[in-house]
């Protein structure tokens, strides 16, 4: 059974900054996808950001337009975490994000769908106030 726990969610005021981690254990993989999503209150649960990589890929990254140049999705390369280091944040960055993984290099179209990631974190909120 794949475990995920985050960390690193918080209030924080407008412009700051604040870095989300994601620790996966529970199994080794040799392909795998990593994503960050959100949900804000009355929201559906959206994309934020994303990473795959593989035994035979370097791997590539994923970013909602919003978060663009503000988020930075990264991995340790030694162990499946996977970190969002956000920046510049705006109040409209407010939800809990959670975080995901699929055991499998998913294809660009399907990076956005919630639907093809097997297992979930319990969600961290941040709160940014304005």
């Known amino acids: 059974q794949v475990q995920l726990v985050e960390s690193g969610g918080g209030l924080v005021q407008a412009g700051g900054s604040l870095r989300l981690s994601c620790a996966a254990s529970?199994?080794?993989?040799?392909?795998?996808?990593m994503g960050w999503f959100r949900q804000a209150p009355g929201k559906e649960r959206e994309l934020v950001a994303a990473?795959?990589?593989?035994?035979?890929?370097?791997?590539?990254?994923f970013y909602e337009d919003s978060v663009k140049g503000r988020f930075a999705i990264s991995r340790d390369s030694a162990e499946t975490t996977v970190y969002l280091q956000m920046n510049s944040l705006k109040p409209e960055d407010t939800a809990v994000y959670y975080c995901?993984?699929?055991?499998?290099?998913?294809?660009?179209?399907?990076?956005?769908?919630?639907?093809?990631?097997?297992?979930w974190g319990q969600g961290t909120q941040v709160t940014v106030s304005s």
């Open positions: 529970g199994r080794t993989f040799s392909s795998v996808s």
């Open positions: 995901a993984i699929s055991p499998s290099f998913l294809a660009d179209q399907r990076m956005g769908n919630k639907q093809t990631y097997d297992y």
């Open positions: 990473i795959r990589w593989s035994s035979w890929s370097g791997g590539s990254t």
